[in-house]
Antibody, heavy 120, light 109 residues
């Protein structure tokens, strides 16, 4: 069955970096876009970024452009989110999610999330 | 960027009642690329409806989606106890960012 397992969250000081990982299994990793969605404590869902099935296309929400980078390693079936210059407003649970297709598509499977706390 | 506005913010209903949730887009979603998700406290979001009208795998038929252009709805025909949760719409039309609405909480009256 499809599984997405995030890791790499933790407490980090403002201005520092963190890398999140999402290990995927149970499906053809090279056929689906992969997304990161975050949820600040007590708040709604915010779409952050996606990487296309082949890794050739990436998009970001404006608030993270220039600071976050999404990538994928097909040999490890893993998606990464490199987060630099972290701010307090980046504090959230970060979910990895699978797109239903290689680019456009709803998010049909989600991981359990990993918590990132940005605090002095 | 397409902004999605969900209404009402909170819907107070009893089990067995019908729930209708609204999602309005700031511009037309021309390809019908709109989805609905359910999230219960402490849980991961779950896909309910995709491409406006299609139920995701394993979703009961009491959930249905409708709409076009800028106005979309999620209807739960008869609320079951497990349906009380927060519901989000999301658009994945045209170019990213693929935004979510702010959510509608369906609570027990």
């Amino acid at each position: 069955q499809v599984q997405l397992v995030e890791s790499g969250g933790g407490v980090v000081q403002p201005g520092r970096s963190l890398r999140l990982s999402c290990a995927a299994s149970g499906f053809s990793f090279i056929s689906h876009a992969m997304h990161w969605v975050r949820q600040a404590p007590g708040k709604g869902l915010e779409w952050v970024t996606l990487i296309s099935y082949d890794g050739s296309n990436k998009n970001y929400v404006d608030s993270v452009k220039g600071r976050f980078t999404v990538s994928k390693d097909k040999s490890k079936n893993t998606v990464y989110l490199q987060m630099n210059s972290l701010r307090a407003e980046d504090t959230a649970v970060y979910y990895c999610a699978r797109g239903m297709s290689g680019w456009y598509g709803a998010l049909d499977y989600w991981g359990r999330g990993t918590l990132v706390t940005v605090s002095p | 960027e397409i902004v999605l506005t969900q209404s009402p913010g909170t819907l107070s209903l009893s089990p067995g009642e019908r729930a209708t949730l609204s999602c309005r887009a700031s511009q037309s979603i021309s390809n019908n690329y709109l989805a609905w998700y359910q999230q219960k406290p402490g849980q991961t979001p779950r896909l309910l409806i995709y491409d406006v009208i299609n139920r995701a795998t394993g979703i009961p038929d009491r959930f249905s989606g409708s709409g076009s252009g800028t106005d979309f709805s999620l209807t739960i025909s008869r609320l079951e106890p497990e349906d009380f949760a927060v519901y989000y719409c999301q658009q994945y039309d045209s170019s990213p960012p693929w935004t979510f609405g702010q959510g509608t909480k369906v609570e027990i009256k």
